[in-house]
């Protein structure tokens, strides 16, 4: 498949801002190069990233790059024009940040090999909580004793681990999956989630995404860290518009449902997320930023789900509730 390249320029301020509206137009894959949050991350972490080029502390800083890929073809054309327009409403929106000039560049043709080549200079093996490890399959690195380790091939969906939304979620999973844990992952990009869990014990885990290109990569993400897939089951739809595909989720049978999306979808897959967990399960919902909290509190609410748990990173929110009854 080939792939139009879409970079978008702006400041470390920029970035959340940035990214949310990409969210908005169904981008799910996105990569972030800040020179002063790596530099920053490397330092303070040089206990495990010794590995690192010396190059990337002492090259002079430059603009914050957010790249996504869209495809090269009709849908994809279609996407980009909907990023040109949500970047250049964005400019006009008085957000009080400094988001640098907004620009956006382009580069078509590029294929798999060169895409996937592009995340080996940033994309470096780390921890996660107590337990986990996230290694790309390009890494060779001893595992840190007691880890569990996810061993991924990023392919063209979201869902890396570098991300905060992603971490907090993983935080969550370390906290409620054990032995007899039945998980569903709801927008599950590259697995990354749901793989997870069973490194950490789950029994079984059922992951949907919207992007069918998800299957594939899910499951390759799966066989590289050691799951057997007669655990692990990953299909394609819209939890929100298929009650076919909720039948097939199943209901009231889940002891976590995890779902790293965006406020307004986690909004709207509120009112189904309790008919698949069983009573006291758990609901673990992170893409929020720290503006729609109230909104998310709303819709749990009035769906019977009780929030036992807010933990923020940067701007970012993982909101964990309780199924009542």
């Known amino acids: 498949m080939e ?25 799910n894959g996105i990569q972030v190069e800040d020179d002063s949050e790596m530099k920053q991350f490397l330092s303070e972490s040089s206990t495990y990233w010794d590995y690192v080029d010396e190059e990337l502390l002492s090259k002079p800083e430059g603009e914050t790059k957010i790249t996504v890929y869209v495809s090269d073809n009709p849908y994809g054309d279609e996407m980009l024009a ?18 640098g000039r907004l620009a956006i560049e382009t580069t078509s043709e590029l294929n798999d090999e060169e895409w996937l080549n592009k995340w080996r200079d940033y994309y470096k093996p780390f921890k996660i909580g107590e337990r986990i490890f996230i290694k790309p399959v390009w890494e060779d690195c001893d595992i840190p004793d007691g880890r569990v380790v996810f061993n991924i091939n ?34 599950c990009g590259s697995g990354i989630l749901s793989v997870v869990a069973l490194l950490l014990g789950a029994k079984s885990a059922f992951a ?4 069918a290109n998800a299957i594939k990569t899910a499951y390759e993400n799966a066989e590289l860290s050691g799951v057997d897939k007669s655990r692990y089951y990953v299909t394609s739809g819209n939890v929100i518009d298929d009650e076919g595909l909720r039948d ?30 069983k009573k006291d399960g758990i609901f673990i919902a992170s893409g929020i930023i720290k503006d729609r909290i109230q909104d998310v509190y709303s819709a749990l609410a009035q769906n019977g789900l009780k929030v036992i748990s807010t933990n923020i990173k940067d701007e970012w929110v993982c909101i964990t509730s309780v199924k009542e009854k």
């Open 82 to 99: 909907n990023i040109r327009n949500a970047i250049e409403h964005l400019k006009t929106v008085d957000t009080g940040l400094n988001m």
């Open 208 to 211: 949907v995404d919207i992007d």
């Open 154 to 187: 990023p392919g063209h969906v979201f869902g890396t681990g570098l991300h905060q939304t992603t971490q907090l979620c993983m935080l969550e999973l370390e906290k409620y999956i054990d032995e007899n844990s039945v998980v569903a992952d709801l927008g």
């Open 248 to 277: 097939e989720i199943g209901y009231e049978k889940y002891d976590v449902v995890v779902a790293n999306i965006i406020a307004d979808v986690i909004c709207a897959i509120s009112p189904f997320v309790p008919k698949h967990l």
């Open 3 to 27: 792939w139009t390249e879409v970079k978008i320029y702006t400041t470390t301020e920029g970035i959340e801002p940035v990214t949310a509206v990409l969210m908005d137009c169904g981008i």
